[in-house]
C-alpha cells in the first residue's frame, strides 16, 4: 500500500514503524474509540499532539490532512442541516427578510464542534496506525492477537479483519484512479460524476474482494495439500 493517498502505508524507520503490530493494533483500537469520551478541548489538544507526532515520524502534512477529509464531509452536513432547521424555523414565524436574518441563517451554531474535535482526534490516531503499518503487519498484529486469545494456530477472524480494513485505503486510491479518468474526459464536478463513478467504485470493489476471496481458497487448499 505505498503512496500517499488516503491512509495509505509510508515506508520509513521511526519509532511507529518499528513497533511491533500487535501492540499498534491494540494502541490503535483503544485510542481512536477512547478519543470520543475525552473532553473536546483534550482532544483538540491530542489532535495537535498527534499531527505534530506524525511529522515527527517524517509523514507530510499534506498526506495526514488528506485523512481529515471524512471531518470536512461531516462538517458540511452538519452545517447544511443546522441550515435546514434554521431555515424552517424562520420561515414559520417571519414574514419579512433582513441581512442579519440571512446572517443568523448562514453561520454555524458551533453545537457539533465538540464532536468534530473527538472525531479528529480519532481520524488522527488512525491515520498514524495506516501509514506507519504495512498490510503485511497488519495481518501480523491482528493474526498474533487472536493466537493469544484462542491460543490457535488458525485465525480466520485476523484473516477477514485485516482484510477488511486493507479495503479502505483500496477503495480510496480507487476512487482516485476513476476521479483522474473523469478529468482527463473533460467531465466536471456535478452530481452527475456521482451517479456515473459510485456505481464503477462499487463494481471495482466487488471485483478486487473476488479476487481476494479467490487467492485465500487457493491458498487454503495448497496448505492442506501440503
Known amino acids: 500500500m505505498k503512496g500517499s493517498g488516503f491512509f495509505h502505508y509510508q515506508t520509513g524507520s521511526s519509532v511507529l514503524h518499528r513497533t511491533p503490530p500487535a501492540i ?9 474509540a477512547l478519543a470520543f ?17 506524525g511529522l515527527c515520524t517524517k509523514l507530510r502534512a499534506r498526506d495526514m ?3 481529515q477529509k471524512p471531518l470536512a464531509f461531516y ?6 442541516a443546522g441550515f435546514c432547521v434554521r431555515l424552517s424555523a424562520f420561515c414559520r414565524s417571519n414574514t419579512s427578510v433582513s441581512l442579519l436574518d440571512i446572517a443568523r441563517l448562514l453561520a454555524p451554531d ?7 474535535a473527538q472525531l479528529g482526534c480519532s481520524l488522527s490516531v488512525t491515520s498514524l496506525f495506516f501509514r506507519t503499518t504495512s498490510t503485511v503487519q497488519l495481518h501480523e498484529g491482528c ?15 485476523a484473516d477477514t479483519l485485516s482484510l477488511t480494513l486493507t479495503f479502505i485505503p483500496r477503495l480510496a486510491a480507487q476512487w482516485r484512479q476513476l476521479e483522474t479518468a473523469w ?21 471495482l470493489g466487488m471485483h478486487e474482494a473476488w479476487q481476494k476471496a479467490l487467492s485465500r481458497e487457493n491458498r487454503a487448499a495448497q496448505d492442506d495439500l501440503a
Request: glycine share 4%; charged share 15%; hydrophobic share 60%.
Open 183 to 203: 478529468r482527463a474526459r473533460g467531465g466536471k464536478v456535478s452530481v452527475r460524476r456521482i451517479l456515473v463513478l459510485v456505481p464503477a467504485l462499487f463494481s
Open 143 to 157: 493474526a498474533a492477537i487472536e493466537r493469544a486469545v484462542t491460543r490457535k494456530k488458525t485465525t480466520p477472524l
Open 24 to 32: 499498534k493494533t491494540v494502541a490503535m483500537v483503544i485510542l481512536a
Open 37 to 53: 469520551w475525552v473532553p473536546p478541548a483534550v482532544a483538540a489538544a491530542l489532535w495537535a499532539a498527534l499531527f505534530c507526532a
Open 75 to 80: 462538517a458540511v452536513l452538519m452545517w447544511c
Open 65 to 67: 490532512l488528506e485523512d
Open 110 to 116: 458551533g453545537s457539533y464542534l465538540p464532536f468534530l
